[in-house]
C-alpha cells in the first residue's frame, strides 16, 4: 500500500540482514576445521583443505563463530587461527582433552613421585625456550632447546634453591614427596644426569631421561620439531607451543623458576644471576605445561 504525504510517495524501507542461515555443511565444516586443529602436527601449508578452511575463518566471521562455538562445546580455548599455527586449541581444564600431568606421569614413569620433577622439565622447557618476553610476544620467534641444556638449566635451579632454604635457615631434607618447586629439587639433585643401560641408552629415571621423555611428549604435540642430536638432542620451537606458552606464561610456577635468577647461555650450560631484593615467592604445587594439575 502506498502511503501519499505531502505529495511525495514515500520509499519502501530496505529490510534489516538477518542472521545467516546455518546448513548441516557449515557445522560440518566447522568441525572439521576444529578436527585439524586436534591434530597436532599438521599445518594448513600441507593440507589443501585445512587452509582453505582457516581462509574462510579469517574472512568470514559467521564461520569464524560456529567453529569457535564448536571448539567451545568440547571445552577447547582457541588460541589462534592463522596459516602459520593452523587452528591452535588448549583443552580447558574440564575438557576431554585435557591432559593432566599425574596421567602424564604416570605414562612417562613408573615411579609416581617422579611426577615432580616431570612438571619441573617441562616448565624449565619452556621457560628455555622463551627466556625472555619479548621472545615469547614476537611471532617471528623460534625458541632451540636441548636436553643437556634443560638439565644444566634445572640444576643450575636445583643450587638455587638449596642456597635459598640455607639462607632461611630451612630443613634441606623434608620428605621427598612434598609439593612444589622447593620439595622437587631435593629429588631431582639426588638423581644421577646420564645413567645409562649396559647397551649405553639413558636410563629413564635420570634426570635427562625425564627431560628428554618430556621434549618426546612436545614433540609428539606438535610443540617441538626434532632438529639434531648434540647435546642429547635439539629441537625447535614451533608457532604452537608459541602460543601454549604464551597463554601459561602467567602461571606461578612458571614465575617461581623464572625469578630464581637463571638465564641461559649457549650450549649445555646456564648462568646465575645475582638473586634480585624479595625474591621469595609463594611455593606452587606441581604446575607443570602444558597439563592442568
Known amino acids: 500500500m502506498t502511503d501519499h504525504r505531502d505529495g511525495e510517495s514515500a520509499q519502501p524501507t530496505a529490510a534489516a540482514p538477518g542472521p545467516a542461515v546455518l546448513t548441516p555443511g557449515d557445522a ?4 572439521r576445521l576444529v578436527a585439524f586443529g586436534l591434530q597436532p602436527k599438521l599445518l594448513p601449508a600441507r593440507d589443501a583443505e585445512y587452509a582453505e578452511l582457516i581462509r574462510r575463518h579469517r574472512e568470514d566471521p559467521f564461520f569464524a563463530r560456529l567453529a569457535d562455538a564448536v571448539a567451545a562445546g568440547l571445552g577447547l580455548v582457541v588460541l589462534e587461527v592463522s596459516p602459520r599455527a593452523g587452528m591452535a586449541l588448549a583443552a580447558a581444564e574440564d575438557s576431554v582433552f585435557a591432559v ?7 605414562r612417562a614413569a613408573s615411579d609416581a613421585g617422579d611426577r615432580f620433577l616431570h ?13 625472555r618476553p619479548e621472545d615469547l610476544a614476537d611471532d617471528g620467534y623460534i625458541g632451540r632447546v636441548t636436553v643437556n641444556g634443560i638439565d644444566g638449566f634445572l640444576r643450575q635451579a636445583c643450587r638455587r634453591l638449596e642456597e635459598r632454604a640455607e639462607e632461611q635457615g630451612e630443613n634441606t631434607d623434608p620428605a621427598s614427596d612434598a609439593p612444589g618447586l622447593e620439595a622437587a629439587w631435593r629429588v631431582y ?3 644421577s644426569s646420564t645413567g645409562a643401560t649396559k647397551d649405553a641408552r639413558r636410563l629413564a629415571g635420570s634426570t635427562t631421561g625425564i627431560v628428554g621423555k618430556a621434549v618426546s611428549f612436545l614433540v609428539d604435540s606438535g610443540f617441538l620439531q626434532r632438529t639434531g642430536d648434540e647435546s642429547g638432542g635439539t629441537y625447535r620451537t614451533t608457532a604452537r607451543y608459541q602460543l601454549q606458552v604464551r597463554d601459561m606464561a602467567g602461571s606461578a610456577a612458571m614465575a617461581e623458576l623464572l625469578d630464581l635468577g637463571i638465564v641461559p647461555r649457549a650450549g649445555d650450560s646456564a648462568a646465575l644471576l645475582p ?10 604445587a606441581g604446575a607443570g605445561l602444558p597439563f592442568h594439575s
Open 189 to 191: 639433585v639426588r638423581r
Open 275 to 284: 638473586p634480585e631484593e624479595g625474591d621469595d615467592l609463594d611455593l606452587v
Open 100 to 106: 593432566r600431568m599425574g596421567d602424564y606421569s604416570r
Open 119 to 131: 612438571g619441573l622439565a617441562h616448565l624449565a622447557t619452556a621457560a628455555m625456550a622463551f627466556p
Open 28 to 31: 560440518a565444516d566447522a568441525a
